[in-house]
């Protein structure tokens, strides 16, 4: 087995010093997809594998005040916590290790091993021909709109360095920033991990939650299903209040130990992450429906979530004067009719599956992710966009059929035009 590099031990010393922990049999190597964290030997199932210590958590609060030493910046509150954890990234690219600033800085060994900037995959590294590639699917303008958010977080970011240290604005570029930003939106964890019972944020959780990163428990890489928990000790017996991961399988020698990041759909993965999953079962696509509020529904495989959709349409399309049993075999046909239209239109617009064979441009990991995207026509039944999109349509066509079978309930024969394939 590969033995670990310089850098990932002086990262692995830097993490024990400051009362963090390495299980002994968890090694920092070359994985199947990139670095990962895997077993030299055995390790048995509900034991920590690594910890981080609260202190070298990169958090909001603690990246501004480390800025605000280093720029000499007074109160600041225009700023969000990403933005503050990005200058703070950025500042060690930027001030070096040997500079008298330095000394606000102390994340160097964690950034070392962090994936150069020529390895990073997120949407926003995609060339001209490999994002045109995706033109006509949800992450197509989710990716414009992400670079459109992320240049404007830039630029006030760079006026905050620049106005105190007008020598580190001119090179804060944005290609750095665009590096600390895709770490964030890859490694983060929610702040709620910091609390004496972590977990990740429920959909309908309004508790407020901040990215933060843990140098170490981040590390690991994803697998979809993964039992696994994030464990904090913090109670008095403590000496290092800490973060740890404990996966609840065991681990054989020589494979990789994943973290779970919970449900994420390919298009979330492909813009934050940089990586898809084949097959995977949490695909989703955004849909709005003009004129109904603005509001966005998120609709998975076999239609999963499409109560809300449905309900609200169903609303437009009876109107406010209407009752619901008013007519209700003409409202759903309407409906049903207005569905499958909608869902017709995102079909046709989706991109040629066979787009990306034979470009020479398209790196072969980005085909491979447009691959699990949205996958070429011989697997479009079991996945990707066209699946959940093909599963609403069948949805909306039984919906079709029940009005039809209403109004003959209610003695009425609806005689429905067959559409004209010539």
């Known amino acids: 087995m590969d033995q670990e590099s310089e850098k990932v031990i002086r990262f692995k010393k830097w993490i024990t010093d400051h009362g963090g922990s390495f299980h ?48 000499d910046l007074g109160p600041d509150t225009s700023l969000s916590c990403k933005q503050w954890i990005c200058i703070y990234l950025v500042l060690h690219w930027i001030v070096g290790k040997d500079s008298e600033a330095s000394q606000h800085l102390k994340h160097f060994s964690y950034l070392e091993l962090l994936p ?19 033109k006509g699917t949800n992450l197509y303008g989710a990716r414009n709109d992400r670079f459109q958010d992320w240049r404007t977080e830039w630029t006030q970011c760079r006026e905050i360095v620049s106005k105190s240290k007008p020598e580190w604005g001119t090179q804060f570029e944005w290609d750095l920033y665009l590096a600390a930003a895709t770490y964030i939106s890859s490694r983060a964890f929610p702040s709620t991990v910091l609390s004496d019972t972590p977990q990740l944020p429920r959909l309908d959780d309004e508790t407020p939650s901040d990215p933060v990163l843990l140098p170490g428990v981040d590390i690991a890489n994803h697998a979809r299903g993964q039992p696994v928990s994030w464990i904090t000790h913090t109670g008095p017996d403590t000496a290092v209040p800490r973060v740890a991961i404990v996966p609840h399988r065991a681990t054989l020698a020589g494979q990789e130990i994943f973290n779970n990041y919970g449900p994420k759909p390919n298009a979330e993965l492909i813009l934050g992450y940089g990586f898809t999953l084949p097959n995977n079962p ?13 509001k966005k529904w998120s609709i998975g495989r076999d239609a999963t979530g499409v109560d809300g959709l449905w309900n609200e349409i169903l609303r437009a399309v009876r109107g406010e004067e209407e009752s619901e049993h008013d007519a209700a075999y003409e409202t759903m046909l309407d409906a049903s009719e207005a569905l499958q239209e909608m869902v017709s239109t995102l079909l046709e617009r989706l ?11 398209i790196r072969p990991y980005v085909a491979q992710m447009f691959g699990h995207y949205y996958p070429s026509h011989t697997y479009c039944s079991t996945s990707g966009q066209h699946s959940v999109l093909t599963s609403l349509l069948e949805y909306s066509q039984q919906k079709e059929r029940e009005a039809i079978e209403l109004a003959r309930s209610q003695g009425i024969e609806l005689v429905m035009e067959e559409e004209d394939d010539s």
Not at 36 to 52: F, H, K, M, R, Y
Not at 119 to 131: C, H, I, R, S, V
Not at 282 to 294: A, E, R, S, Y
Request: proline residues 8%; glycine residues 8%.
């Open 24 to 71: 002994p049999n968890a090694i920092y190597i070359q994985a199947s997809s990139g670095y990962g964290l895997v077993a030299a030997e055995d390790i048995p199932e509900d034991q920590e594998v690594v910890s981080c210590p609260f202190d070298l958590a990169v958090t909001g609060p603690a990246s501004e005040a480390a800025v605000s030493r280093a720029l």
């Open 116 to 134: 150069p900037q020529r390895e990073l995959l997120t949407a926003l590294y995609f060339t001209e021909e490999e994002l045109d590639a995706f």
């Open 282 to 294: 949490d695909d989703t696509i955004i849909l709005k429906v003009g004129g109904i509020n603005g």
């Open 351 to 361: 991109p040629d599956p066979n787009s990306v064979s034979g470009k020479y441009n």
